[in-house]
């Protein structure tokens, strides 16, 4: 139960273009096309885009969100955890909490 719980809500810090599209519709109060447009045009890709698994792989490498342990290869130069997520809020250009928390403990300035 605990590895399954793991995998579908955790993912290491690797999130899918629906974890993205809902990001935004829960913090930003989008609504779901404005969500979907949104995230396709930070990301560079059409709406449609969003749920090819085939492209979001590619878009995934190339912007250092980190690949999805249990259906791709991954490298040890392929962002992961915290790494993934600070790609991730750069390339939105939103804040995220835990990101926040980490960079306070750390007395780092705020990232985003």
Do not use: W
């Amino acid at each position: 139960m605990a590895a399954s719980h793991a995998l579908a809500s955790g993912m290491g810090g690797i999130r899918t273009a629906g974890d993205l599209v809902a990001r935004m519709e829960m913090t930003q109060g989008m609504r779901l096309d404005e969500a979907k447009a949104h995230v396709a045009e930070k990301l560079g890709v059409s709406p449609a885009d969003l749920s090819d698994p085939t492209i979001m792989k590619d878009v995934r490498a190339q912007k250092g969100f980190g690949r999805i342990p249990v259906q791709e290869l991954t490298y040890p130069r392929d962002a992961q955890c915290l790494e993934a997520k600070f790609n991730i809020a750069e390339a939105l250009g939103i804040r995220i909490n835990s990101l926040e928390k980490f960079q306070q403990r750390i007395g780092a300035p705020a990232h985003v």
